[in-house]
């Protein structure tokens, strides 16, 4: 996908001089070229992964929300929470 988009580029951008010659092999050896190119597809994929590694970090800058919940249950039974007996003498 990004290889196309860099032809166009380069088409729309004057880069295409070879167009105004009007030989229609030179078009197609220059497009043939194009796609075969792999240096041009290795820097491609370079240039998407480095966008995508732009807006990774770029996430920091921004705010984040979190949520927790938690849940605790009181027993009145429960040895731990039993208060001590206390042991009043009537006099």
């Not at 370079?46 to 927790?68: C, D, E």
Request: a neutral charge; aromatic letters at 10%; proline letters at 3%.
């Amino acid at each position: 996908m990004l290889l196309g988009s860099i032809t166009c580029f380069a088409q729309e951008s004057g880069a295409g001089w070879w167009h105004d010659l009007g030989d229609s092999v030179l078009d197609s050896l220059v497009d043939v070229g194009v796609r075969n190119n792999y240096d041009v597809a290795m820097a491609a994929r370079r240039i998407g992964i480095a966008r995508a590694g732009v807006g990774t970090a770029r996430a920091g800058y921004f705010p984040t929300i979190g949520v927790s919940a938690s849940y605790a249950k009181y027993n009145p039974q429960n040895e731990m929470f039993r208060l001590p007996e206390t042991k009043c003498s009537a006099t």
